[in-house]
């Protein structure tokens, strides 16, 4: 990791943040968080729609804008496959965790083999970072280089954001050359943190022995009495990213297209083969399943857990089930803690 954040600061006075999203309609597909039909989600906006940029917690991150949670990745006509056209992006308003979440997502998508898909979208795309309203939400790992984002916007007044510019983005640097920006010699404060739930995570090595030993342990068969096998964490989590592949064929067969979608560990048809056969049919060795590639695999492949402490995992699920008391039960059964 590099130091600590040495930036360049400008002034962006929130009536023009219409200006800047005018400005990027012109050549990106501007996504935003939105009310649409009353819960905050990030939505292609159009011009004069009214974004809302400062928020404490949102659903669904950005993941899905560069990995939708359905696609088409080509039609086949004539015997020639077609992809369709990608457009692309500039997404307005990611918090700091999920700007870590993209980066993790961009490393993970880079291991060979490449998703083809994922660097198609994330290649030329504009994200522009937002300080969460709630501190709860802002990551401690901020504070570091290199963190995925072209602009960043700090608070700094009740009428204008101090705006950050990543020093390694061309694209930032064209677009702070707006008139709506004006150099200052301001900077932002010091962000306090208030992460409860990084403290179990703060140990990888540990938390992986912790989930790799616990196979036989009787917290997963509890788990299975109450998980509702919705597939909700799963979906939420900005590190999630097994999908399905569905091919449809036309009746007369000359036409033909690949879809994936999302898929969920946790879901009871994710471990089905052909003949109907269930590798997984509990619910227990499912969510064991969710935990082992998370904490166990992710970290023999790649070194790191693939989980970030978002915390959405616990606050969606319609069971209450919290992943951080559940590795504490098991490292107490363990003696590990
Ligand atoms: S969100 Fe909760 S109830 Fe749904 S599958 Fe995940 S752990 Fe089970
Ligand atoms: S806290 Fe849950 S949802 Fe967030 S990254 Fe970790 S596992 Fe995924």
Redesign the pocket.
């Known amino acids: 990791m590099e130091g600590p954040i040495k930036g360049q600061f400008y002034r962006l006075k929130k009536q023009d943040i219409g200006a800047l999203i005018a400005y990027l309609a012109r050549n990106f597909v501007v996504w935003a968080p939105t009310k649409d039909g009353g819960a905050l989600q990030f939505t292609p906006i159009k011009l004069g729609d009214k974004p809302q940029l400062e928020y404490g917690k949102i659903q669904l991150g950005p993941k899905q804008i560069f990995f939708p949670h359905k696609e088409i990745l080509f039609n086949v006509k004539k015997g020639k496959a077609v992809e369709p056209k990608i457009k692309p992006v500039a997404v307005v308003g990611a918090h700091p965790v999920d700007l870590i979440g993209l980066q993790r997502l961009d490393e993970i998508f880079s291991t060979p083999p490449q998703d083809y898909y994922w660097q198609k979208r994330r290649q030329g795309s504009v994200i522009i970072g937002i300080e969460p309203t709630n501190n709860k939400y802002f990551s401690d790992t901020l504070a570091y280089y290199p963190l995925v984002f072209d602009l960043f916007l700090h608070f700094h007044h009740k009428d204008s954001y101090l705006v950050e510019i990543h020093p390694r983005s061309i694209l930032a640097q064209k677009i702070i050359k707006q008139k709506i920006f004006t150099e200052t010699d301001l900077a932002p404060q010091p962000k306090q943190t208030n992460r409860h739930f990084d403290q179990i995570l703060s140990d990888p090595l540990k938390v992986s022995q912790i989930i790799e030993n616990s196979k036989k342990s009787k917290v997963w068969q509890d788990l299975e009495k109450i ?7 799963t979906y939420v989590c900005p590190l999630c990213y097994c999908f399905s592949t569905k091919d449809t064929i036309s009746a007369s067969g000359d036409k033909c297209k690949r879809c994936r979608y999302w898929d969920a560990c ?1 879901l009871a048809k994710f471990s089905e083969i052909s003949g109907g056969y269930n590798f997984r049919p509990a619910p227990g060795k499912r ?1 064991y399943n969710w935990y082992y590639h998370k904490f166990v695999r992710a970290v023999k492949e790649r070194g790191k857990i693939d989980c970030i402490g978002c915390h959405r ?1 616990t606050d969606f ?3 209450k ?1 919290d992943f951080r008391k559940i590795i504490e039960r098991l490292a107490k059964e363990q003696k590990v803690i």
Do not use: R
């Open positions: 998980c509702l096998n919705c597939g909700i964490c946790t969510l995992c699920c319609p069971a089930i």
